[in-house]
T-cell receptor, first 115, second 113 residues
Framework: GAVVSQHPSRVICKSGTSVKIECRSL??????MFWYRQFPKQSLMLMAT?????????EQGVEKDKFLINHASLTLSTLTVTSAHPEDSSFYIC???????????FGPGTRLLVL | LAKTTQPISMDSYEGQEVNITCSHN???????ITWYQQFPSQGPRFIIQ???TKVTNEVASLFIPADRKSSTLSLPRVSLSDTAVYYC??????????????FGTGTQLKVEL
């Protein structure tokens, strides 16, 4: 199956700092990438959808100025958590889908801990 | 978006066949049905996808009745390593919505010796 990577796998930062998470499709071109957040014992919650070369579409309740998404190439999308606070601590997971494909492939996730 | 309903949890023993059924009464014509497996602190892993009838791969089978309002994931001869959360999702890959998927609660499968 298709491979999606994320970097870093885990990050600890101080409150008020910004954190960037990278999502890469390694063996296919991802025209669409998705960002999810998952809290302990809960399901995945879609945060935003990004198409290469265009602005991301955010789900209701997700602040676009706080969670900056860039999908500059067909293999890379980044999520930047700006001015992170402890309540932003979560497991962030990206997924990618190729043009015309029916299947999303997920990255391994990034554990963010904000102190 | 079609909403899905699955059992919250299931228990099984090694070597048994496990069938997890998912209801999706509002599935749309263009929607595919996809199942993912998730272990703790890992991203979901694709298991199988189908549109109608039966699909089989090296790890599972997916049964979809004619009305497509439900689907059943079948895991043959489970092992301890199959203990995980299994998500059933429906989504449209065709429209410009980009196959946005909505995750439900999933089914926590626990396999014991």
């Amino acid at each position: 199956g298709a491979v999606v990577s994320q970097h870093p796998s885990r990050v600890i930062c101080k409150s008020g700092t910004s954190v960037k998470i990278e999502c890469r499709s390694l063996d296919f071109q991802a025209t669409t990438m998705f960002w999810y957040r998952q809290f302990p014992k809960q399901s995945l919650m879609l945060m935003a959808t990004s198409n290469e070369g265009s602005k991301a579409t955010y789900e209701q309740g997700v602040e676009k100025d706080k969670f900056l998404i860039n999908h500059a190439s067909l293999t890379l999308s980044t999520l930047t958590v700006t001015s992170a606070h402890p309540e932003d601590s979560s497991f962030y997971i990206c997924s990618a889908r190729g043009l015309g494909a029916e299947t999303q492939y997920f990255g391994p996730g990034t554990r963010l801990l904000v102190l | 978006l079609a909403k899905t309903t699955q059992p919250i949890s299931m228990d099984s023993y090694e070597g048994q066949e496990v069938n997890i059924t998912c209801s999706h009464n509002n599935i749309a014509t263009n929607d595919y049905i996809t199942w993912y497996q998730q272990f703790p602190s890992q991203g979901p892993r694709f298991i199988i996808q189908g549109y109608k009838t039966k699909v089989t791969n090296e790890v599972a089978s997916l049964f979809i009745p004619a009305d497509r309002k439900s689907s059943t994931l079948s895991l043959p001869r489970v092992s301890l390593s199959d203990t995980a959360v299994y998500y059933c999702l429906v989504g449209d890959a065709v429209t410009g919505g980009g196959n946005k998927l909505t995750f439900g609660t999933g089914t926590q499968l626990k396999v014991e010796l």
